[in-house]
């Protein structure tokens, strides 16, 4: 998995939120969970 500029991602565990601000590969992990991306809105 890769991440792109200006993506959100947020931590379904303690709410924590991440804006992506250089792109990379691997998965953005919380908690020791898997953050999710969120949608643009």
């Not at 890769?2 to 590969?25: D, I, L, P, R, S």
Request: proline share 2%.
């Amino acid at each position: 998995m890769a991440t792109e500029k200006e993506q959100v991602y947020a931590c379904q565990v303690c709410t924590n939120v991440v804006k992506v601000v250089e792109e990379g590969v691997g998965t953005l992990v919380c908690c020791d969970e898997p953050m999710v991306l969120q949608e643009n809105k």
